[in-house]
C-alpha cells in the first residue's frame, strides 16, 4: 500500500513522538497507520507500507495488543489475522490512561503505601517522612481524579477540559482582551 504524503507525515511523526512517551518508534507507527487508515490490514501489509521486518511488526503488534490499543479481526475466506485499532480519539485516550495508570501508577501508589506503613519510616529524617507522605497524598489524589475522569463520557470529559481551561484562566486574571493588550502595550525600558 502506498502511503500519500499527509498518511506519511501522520505516520512518521507519531512515531517520533512514541519514541518521546517510551514507546517503541515501531510500535507507534503501526497505530498511527492501523488509525489513519481507518480499516483492518494484515500484517504483510503493515510490513510492505512501512518497511519493517516481520519480527519487528510481530513484536509490534503483540504490544499494541497487550495495551489493548488494537485488536485482531479476521475477513471471510482468508486465513490471516487482520488488526484495527479504534477510530475514537477519546477512546484511545481513555485506553491509554487506563493501561498506563494500571502499569505505572498504582505499583508506585502501592509502594508508597508499604512505605508509609513501615515502622523503618520513622528511622528516617522528619522532612524525607513527609516528601514520601505528600508524594502518596497527591498520587492517591490524582488516582481518584484518574478514576472520576474515565467514567465520564467523551463530550462531558470534553466539557470537563474545556470548563477547566476556563477556570485557570480566570483564576490567573486571563482574558482574551487583557492578553492582547498586554501584547501590544509598549515594554518598559530595560534597566
Same mark, same amino acid.
Given at each position: 500500500? /502506498? ?10 511523526? !507519531? ?5 518521546? !512517551?517510551? +514507546?517503541?518508534?515501531?510500535?507507534? /507507527?503501526?497505530?498511527?497507520? *492501523? ?5 483492518? *490490514? ?22 499494541? *495488543? ?8 479476521? $475477513? ?12 475514537? $480519539? !477519546?477512546?484511545?485516550?481513555?485506553? +491509554? ?6 502499569? %505505572?501508577? %498504582? #505499583?508506585? +501508589? ?14 528516617? @529524617? #522528619?522532612?524525607? /517522612?513527609?516528601?514520601?507522605? %505528600? ?6 489524589? *490524582?488516582?481518584? !481524579? ?7 463520557? #467523551?463530550?462531558?470529559? %470534553?466539557? +470537563? ?5 476556563? $477556570? /485557570? ?10 492578553? @492582547? ?7 518598559? #525600558? @530595560?534597566?
Amino acid at each position: 500500500m /502506498q502511503l500519500s504524503d499527509t498518511a506519511r507525515r501522520f505516520v512518521v511523526h !507519531w512515531g517520533e513522538m512514541g519514541t518521546a !512517551w517510551g +514507546v517503541n518508534r515501531t510500535v507507534a /507507527q503501526i497505530h498511527a497507520l *492501523l488509525f489513519f487508515h481507518g480499516r483492518p *490490514l494484515h500484517a504483510e501489509d503493515i510490513c510492505e507500507t512501512l518497511g519493517v521486518a516481520r519480527s519487528n511488526a510481530s513484536n509490534s503488534l503483540k504490544e499494541l *495488543l497487550n495495551w489493548n490499543l488494537i485488536r485482531a479481526t479476521h $475477513v471471510l475466506g482468508d486465513r490471516r489475522d487482520y488488526f484495527e485499532t479504534s477510530s475514537d $480519539v !477519546w477512546e484511545l485516550f481513555r485506553t +491509554v490512561v487506563r493501561e498506563r495508570k494500571e502499569r %505505572e501508577f %498504582e #505499583p508506585t +501508589v502501592r509502594m508508597l503505601r508499604e512505605l508509609v506503613a513501615r515502622p523503618e519510616l520513622a528511622d528516617e @529524617a #522528619p522532612d524525607a /517522612q513527609d516528601r514520601v507522605r %505528600e508524594t502518596l497524598r497527591l498520587m492517591e489524589s *490524582l488516582d481518584l !481524579w484518574t478514576d472520576e475522569m474515565l467514567r465520564l463520557t #467523551p463530550s462531558t470529559l %470534553e466539557k +470537563v477540559l474545556r470548563l477547566g481551561a476556563s $477556570v /485557570q484562566k480566570f483564576v490567573r486574571g486571563d482574558d482574551g482582551a487583557a492578553r @492582547a493588550s498586554k501584547s501590544s502595550a509598549p515594554r518598559p #525600558p @530595560a534597566d
